[in-house]
């Protein structure tokens, strides 16, 4: 099948599977839970959740087992994208071509219902069924990693600090590994290790991961500049409205088109040590420097 119909397919599995999720809890607060929904459900590429089935997939596995904690991936995603939106970090009014969470329901009840999903992931998490105890915890503490100070937030907080200043490229890289390719990291080595990898096959996936985040990136900042807001769903120009240096910014827009191309043949050439089982990931990073959104 063709990545797109994969992508589509497995999309769709994660939609259902998260209204199903967000059911089984019950938020004291009738707009707490109104708010949530209204993140979590409001589209999205998904991708988080179907790189991790994808891992699972490459090494051998049943991807689609591995829905819940795909869910749960995809709900940390949710409100990082919540609290980015806020007015005290980038202020933005758009996300997904929908307004964002603190127009709808104001900063405190966003705020909150990042808290919520944030916390809710974890729970979700340990529903996950037809794994060894072993396995759940190596996966927990792999999220959490990428999701705490080491990872998104950590970066997160660089970027904040980088505003209207001039930082370095290793600064820069950092800020990006953290903020965008820690989760991209943690989703697909939390596939592998549900799916068994052994060492080889898991250290293969690491070095796909993150350069996987680094084209992702490299061609987020490129729409940013020369993408068609209609499509992506959110203003174009946010990062130099909020200062921030950029891979175009602190190179070109061709070199950055460069960069991003070696980040893809070098997430590509990691995949060698498996066969067919890892085409939708060879596909899908090739795609990403193509996408328009």
Same mark, same amino acid.
């Not at 991708?47 to 699972?56: D, E, N, S």
């Not at 930082?167 to 290790?193: Q, Y």
């Not at 827009?253 to 980040?263: D, M, P, R």
């Given at each position: ?74 709900? &940390? ?144 900042? &490129? ?71």
């Amino acid at each position: 099948m063709e990545l797109k119909k994969i992508w589509q397919e497995r999309s769709a599995l994660v939609e259902k599977a998260l209204v199903q999720q967000l059911n089984e809890a019950n938020p004291l607060d009738k707009t707490l839970c109104e708010s949530m929904k209204y993140s979590l459900m409001a589209g999205g590429k998904r991708l988080r959740p179907v790189l991790l089935m994808a891992a699972a997939d490459a090494v051998g596995a049943e991807g689609e087992q591995y829905l819940t904690t795909a869910c749960a991936l995809e709900m &940390i995603h949710t409100y990082s994208l919540i609290h980015d939106d806020l007015p005290a970090m980038d202020d933005d009014d758009y996300r997904r071509g929908k307004l964002t969470n603190h127009k709808v329901y104001g900063a405190g009840m966003a705020t909150l219902a990042g808290d919520a999903l944030l916390t809710l992931a974890f729970e979700v998490m340990l529903r996950q069924q037809g794994v060894s105890a072993d396995k759940l915890v190596q996966v927990v503490r792999e999220i959490s990693i990428a999701a705490g100070p080491d990872g998104m937030v950590g970066g997160q907080a660089l970027d904040m600090e980088s505003e209207d200043k001039q930082v370095s490229m290793d600064t820069m890289k950092k800020i990006h590994l953290g903020k965008t390719g820690a989760l991209f990291r943690a989703a697909l080595r939390s596939g592998a290790i549900l799916g068994g990898a052994d060492d080889k096959a898991l250290a293969a996936l690491t070095t796909y991961a993150d350069n996987f985040g680094l084209a992702f990136q490299i061609t987020d900042d &490129i729409l940013d500049v020369i993408g068609d807001e209609q499509v992506i769903g959110k203003p174009v120009g946010s990062d130099e409205k909020n200062h921030k240096s950029t891979y175009v910014t602190m190179t070109s827009l061709t070199e950055a088109q460069k960069l991003a191309q070696e980040a893809v043949d070098t997430a590509v050439g990691a995949l060698a040590v498996f066969g067919a089982e890892a085409d939708f990931l060879r596909e899908l990073v090739a795609y990403l420097v193509k996408r328009n959104k």
